[in-house]
């Protein structure tokens, strides 16, 4: 019961920061800084290098290697959640991307960022990262990590106008959209998580390969010319579905167990390789939608199962 008070507050704190977001946007737009924000900036070049160093790929790598430091040494579940909550607004954000088509500020021409601009994707799936994990900071009553993961949220959204690539309306809409989507996340998954607990490990495996497939060749039929990195998203999802659904039945690693020896060796080594992998994959794999599938779900997949696999054999009581 008072966990479901304490979710309830929690979530009427995320509808009033996303109500208040909406607003602020909402008079700076409607009062002419749509491209205040931008120009500002535009001549400063130690704030460009200083934010430009954020790039797609570089927060990719970023959530992925706390996506795997949280599997490995703190909880599984989180971890998951993390990751698809990461994943969906992601795909979510490419999507809008590419329905509504909206053409970058003109001063993208610094940095020269492709695809469209509304909503920002660093926005919106900077709320479903950080703010998932300042969620869970919420969660734990660590007030620290709570504060330090909320200013991270706002910085990675700012950082688009300061280095130019969006205006404020795509980050305002990314920074709504993200909100929503999260708070839709957090009051949805614990439900979806307990049916499919109910489902048969065949049927659980069937969604797994079936939703991501069908997310991407959708996407694929009608936005056939999207530079957007569906394969990512799409094989990404599979490989972290199927690799938790066995790693669970299978492997059983339990990062709770550990000491605090263990945690730092295995956070070590799972770092390791990851980045390995990581790094051998992007130069394996060819550029191309379904490449990227490929080389996302077999890195996801061999993350959450072979990983955890090598830790249960070198720690063995």
């Known amino acids: 019961m008072m966990n479901n008070e304490f979710n309830s507050k929690l979530i009427l704190y995320l509808l009033a920061i996303t109500a ?19 120009y500002l900036f535009f001549d400063n070049e130690i704030t460009y290098a200083i934010f430009s160093v954020i790039t797609t790929k570089i927060l990719v790598l970023i959530f992925l290697l706390i996506i795997v430091s949280s599997w490995y040494i703190y909880d599984k579940r989180f971890a998951k959640n993390l990751a698809i909550g990461i994943l969906s607004s992601y795909y979510i954000a ?57 200013i991270l949220l706002y910085l990675l ?22 909100f929503m989507w999260l708070i839709i996340f957090i009051v949805l998954e614990p439900k979806v998580s307990e049916k499919l607990r109910g489902l048969s490990i065949l049927i659980k495996t069937i969604l797994s390969v079936a ?68 790094f051998a994959f992007s130069l394996l794999f060819p550029e191309s939608p379904i490449m990227d599938f490929l080389q996302y779900l077999v890195l996801s997949f061999l993350l959450v199962t072979l990983v955890p696999w090598i830790f249960t054999k070198i720690q063995r009581k």
Request: proline share 4%.
């Open 20 to 38: 208040v977001t909406f607003i602020i946007g909402l008079i700076l737009y409607l009062t002419g800084f749509n491209l205040f924000f931008n």
């Open 211 to 278: 939703i991501p497939i069908i997310l991407f060749i959708l996407v694929m039929l009608i936005f056939p010319d999207s530079t957007e990195n569906y394969g990512l998203i799409s094989g990404g999802l599979m490989g972290l579905s199927l690799g938790y659904l066995l790693e669970t039945e299978k492997i059983k690693y339990e990062p709770g167990d550990l000491t605090t020896s263990q945690r730092i060796i295995n956070l070590g080594i799972g770092l390791i390789i990851t980045l390995v992998l990581y």
């Open 94 to 150: 490419s999507f809008l991307k590419d329905f509504f088509q909206d053409p970058r500020p003109p001063t993208n021409i610094k940095a020269n960022e492709s695809g469209y601009g509304f909503p920002s994707g660093h926005a919106q799936n900077g709320v479903a990262g950080w703010g998932y994990m300042a969620y869970e900071a919420y969660r734990k009553e660590n007030k620290v990590l709570f504060w330090i993961f909320s």
């Open 157 to 178: 959204a700012g950082s688009r106008l300061v280095i130019g690539v969006h205006d404020l309306q795509d980050v305002w809409g990314g920074l709504t959209i993200g």
